[in-house]
């Protein structure tokens, strides 16, 4: 059984507690089903002893059997594993306010077939994208600020859920997100800050190194938790600021925030980062 | 009589053949007129041995009185100058082909008001736009390629200035141009190409980038003229390669022409762009 | 009087509080004493109200009279000015401790000619540089880090000042000064920190970095003032970190740290920094 | 028998004919013989169809075990294998000419411990490096220029041959040397280029692209190959170039230099390089 074409091999990933001998098991059942890898990454993490890897696999592919094989090594050895068939492909929901350049910068991306994904939902706090959803025919749930904030975030929730999303993209939504649902969404809702965190963390991080003076500007991607800008960094980039006004500077940083916000959700959609406690491990 | 709010300054530049007192005359007109400068660049090219400023003003200008004194300026020095409204928004026309990608990005940017401009018009020798045209509200006018290559040029040429556009950018737009077009675009017609000019001039950079090796790919956008892929650069920028495949090498490359092409039309519509000879001059 | 060649023109500094008029009244004094600008930056800083402008300046320039116009300007307007001849050296003091990458980075430059100053001395707390100084014939002081603080700080003061310095550069010293011996050196002491402030200040930042998963690691070139890790930004950059073990980080961010703190000496010597409050604003 | 510790884990690197289980078969070894995983790439070149990993080694590791089923594998597969005992330190030969900063650089880093390789001798064909090299205390051996090239590039060989090198780092050495000479030191011989090939190959590359008014500059350190400027590119990187003279340009020109040919000589020591036909593959 073939699931795949050489342009897009299928992707294994595997984790589990650091332990000798778990690549050469892993890759000798990919070769028993049948399966050439073109392309192997594996990490040890230094400080959680956790051990991760990402296997490109083309070939003619006995799928039964690599699962059953696998199975037997989650058994025997604890690890967890992963086959994803690329033709499959997620549901995405993006979750916006007023600031639109990353949003209409997703929508562009999707259009061309940038990003291999099926974009299923907006939820917005803010009417502003409801012209863009509306020429995209992409379903728009807005949930609007409240003076109830409990109320709200049940609301989001719901609105997100309705989805049934695989991925969730915070592309400038700017409300905090409490534990219970950062949680429903481990290592699957990612959000762009506009600084290199932990530079400027919290509001208004613009302004506040235009204040400072800094030379670079740039932006962080990272999966949601509930501690506030301190989730797994996924993607960052910096662009050089000479003397440029305030709102120059903004207009920079937005184009560092579109484009490590795209490659961001890019490198998660091609199962490239694994999470190893605060961090991640991006392959490739 | 003023003419901008402080977010906004005037834009005044003037470009000459070099000689000693040609800014002690542009500034002493600038404060005289009323004018308070707060941002001034001057340079002189090594090679053409020209003089050019750029000069960001503030304050209650007395235009007539200053455009009067500029005059007398480029009647005795033989200076050409512009003041630049910038409440006027220029009129863009954007060509494209099959690759939408820098289309979508502009698009996305000129919803969001990224780019201070009116787009007009798209011209396009490919179908593949229409519905993105459509959606967006933009009229489009195709030129398909035909067996008759003067033909089409003609027809081009009268499509794209049937929008009376200020600016036109060639977004992946893949014909070549005949001098009599591009000398009627001169400095106001952009292109992005899809390599660090001059390195993999012509047909499939990409591909031929990703054979040889290279460990950065990159875009170039500069000014069209008759010879191909040698018009003065506006901007370029690069991202590193590692052991990427030839598809995602052309994804990473994409990311950039997007970024490179809207930073060149930015610095373009802000002013900042001065052509000596072969080479631009970049204030900023 | 003709004081340079056209490769190093005289440069011409001038900085005060924001009024219409300053560049034109400045440049009119250097084209009547027969100048010629052949580059040109003014910037206004937003936040503190001042001017500032940095003129490269050839021809035959009648040095005594522009002084003298320059004076007359001083006392009209409240401007302050440096008028800097190129051929008078600048005198360096090198500032080190235990790590010692960016000590023998600067004295490679200085050896080929990269940085237009003379090494007069150098500082150090750790015997360790006692051999590269010896082989480099550069004069060295040692001055241990003792247990009274206020003693070696005056012990560390009064062995730079024995130097007399135009410019002191703490490549990698690791004690922090007192505001009486950073006021003596105001804009003219250089500190290089190990992260792209304010991102990990203080201790250990390459190590909070590794241990936060950042992608990306800098350092920050700035002037020393007695707030630690506060003074104006002078030059900052970063490089890229993947799945890389400590030392490793460590080393690629050494790579950064030389890079900046050279790109950033070079900066002042070629005075191209202005400091504007908190910030510095670069002309360049 | 422990070769190393965990900070400085032995490294296997294989190389072959791409072949499915070639991964299994390597690791099982490694596991067999009692040897932990910390990091592996493996990686297949699209365009040789060759095969290769890297493999970093920690444990109790029973290396004759290893050699001998490494060995085996040899026989059966078809595969090239080395198992790096990084304790060796490799013996370096730098070859340079009139400009120096590339080799202060690199001096500086070797005095440092930044580069993990003993220094045995520097080959010049100008007396510029004399007293450097006797600072140094490193063997220097003067190849002049003469007009018999034939014989010059025999005095070169030889003059290298004698310090038994591991490593020849062509350090702005700016001579074409014969195909016998590059054959000899395959993928052990790394040259700077000042261009990111294959813009501006040949001479005066800053200068071509001063005039031609590139937004870059860069460097690329590549094997040498007989074809001049066309080797395996191990790395390359850029710096953004504004309005600067054609001396500025050479002078970040310089930095970019210094750091590429530093970073590639740090992979290739690493063993994180593999040359596939006419591309690296770099692990990391």
């Known amino acids: 059984m073939t699931l795949h074409s050489d342009d897009l091999p299928m992707i294994l990933t595997a984790t589990g507690r650091d332990q000798p001998g778990l690549t050469a098991a892993i890759t000798t059942a990919v070769t028993a089903a049948g399966g050439n890898i073109i392309e192997l990454g594996q990490q040890t993490d230094p400080y959680v002893q956790l051990y991760g890897c990402r296997i490109a696999i083309t070939g003619d592919l006995a799928e039964e059997q690599l699962v059953t094989e696998l199975d037997a090594l989650r058994d025997r050895l604890g690890i967890s594993w992963t086959l994803h068939d690329r033709q499959v492909r997620p549901r995405l929901v993006i979750a916006c306010s007023a600031a639109l350049h990353c949003v209409t910068d997703l929508l562009g991306r999707i259009q061309t077939g940038d990003l291999r994904c099926d974009l299923v939902g907006i939820v917005s706090d803010k009417p502003a994208v409801a012209d863009l959803a509306a020429r995209m025919s992409v379903p728009l749930l807005e949930v609007p600020v409240?003076?109830?904030?409990?109320?709200?975030?049940?609301?989001?929730?719901?609105?997100?859920?309705?989805?049934?999303?695989?991925?969730?993209?915070?592309?400038?939504?700017?409300?905090?997100?409490?534990?219970?649902?950062?949680?429903?969404?481990?290592?699957?809702?990612?959000?762009?800050?506009?600084?290199?965190?932990?530079?400027?963390?919290?509001?208004?991080?613009?302004?506040?190194?235009?204040?400072?003076?800094?030379?670079?500007?740039?932006?962080?991607?990272?999966?949601?938790?509930?501690?506030?800008?301190?989730?797994?960094?996924?993607?960052?980039?910096?662009?050089?600021?000479?003397?440029?006004?305030?709102?120059?500077?903004?207009?920079?940083?937005?184009?560092?925030?579109?484009?490590?916000?795209?490659?961001?959700?890019?490198?998660?959609?091609?199962?490239?980062?694994?999470?190893?406690?605060?961090?991640?491990c991006v392959f490739g």
Do not use: C
């Open 146 to 280: 409240g003076e109830d904030r409990v109320a709200q975030e049940q609301a989001f929730a719901e609105a997100v859920a309705s989805f049934s999303p695989d991925l969730v993209v915070l592309a400038r939504y700017m409300r905090i997100l409490p534990a219970w649902i950062t949680d429903a969404y481990e290592a699957r809702m990612i959000n762009i800050h506009h600084s290199t965190l932990p530079a400027f963390p919290g509001a208004n991080p613009r302004r506040r190194a235009h204040e400072r003076g800094v030379k670079m500007i740039g932006a962080t991607a990272h999966y949601v938790t509930a501690e506030l800008d301190e989730g797994p960094i996924i993607d960052q980039d910096v662009i050089r600021i000479g003397n440029h006004t305030l709102s120059e500077t903004i207009q920079l940083g937005e184009d560092v925030e579109r484009l490590v916000l795209a490659r961001a959700i890019r490198l998660h959609l091609d199962h490239r980062v694994m999470v190893f406690g605060d961090r991640t």
